[in-house]
């Protein structure tokens, strides 16, 4: 399992960086069915940057042994914030794109799936202790 959340933990940040660098360098361009003026396309280049350093967030994890599982949480947490996020604003202004309502199943999906494997590298450490005290 431990094996598993480090797997998971390396490909989240690693998308979400290159999801990050993308909006970075396109802006409004990279969302689908998007369109709006400077002020719009500033914050979503903004809140890229903010994405990246989500990423690399994810990447300092993935490189821990054992992976910190607190810091797993708060991640995942943050993750599912962003999923629950989205639902003010299809109440608010309507149904988004598809490929939001897709990327909003996952950002709800996924985190309770950390939060089971999150305390894995340390469960998986703390054996190993154990068996080698002996």
């Not at 998007?34 to 690399?56: E, H, M, N, W």
């Not at 450490?125 to 080698?132: F, K, L």
Request: positive net charge.
């Amino acid at each position: 399992m431990a094996g598993l959340l480090k797997w998971l933990s390396w490909i989240m940040g690693v998308a979400c960086v290159a999801i990050g660098a993308v909006h970075i360098v396109s802006g409004m361009d990279s969302v689908p069915g998007g369109s709006a003026g400077p002020t719009v396309d500033s914050l979503v280049r903004f809140f890229a940057a903010i994405f990246l350093g989500y990423g690399l967030a994810w990447i300092w994890v993935a490189r821990q042994t054992p992976i910190p599982s607190k810091a797993v949480r708060a991640l995942a947490g943050m993750l599912f914030l962003g999923g629950l996020s989205r639902i003010p604003s299809w109440i608010a202004v309507g149904r988004p794109n598809g490929f939001q309502l897709a990327l909003m199943a996952v950002e709800l999906a996924l985190p309770p799936v950390y939060f089971w494997l999150s305390t894995a590298g340390e469960r998986e450490a703390a054996h190993r202790a154990t068996a080698q005290s002996y």
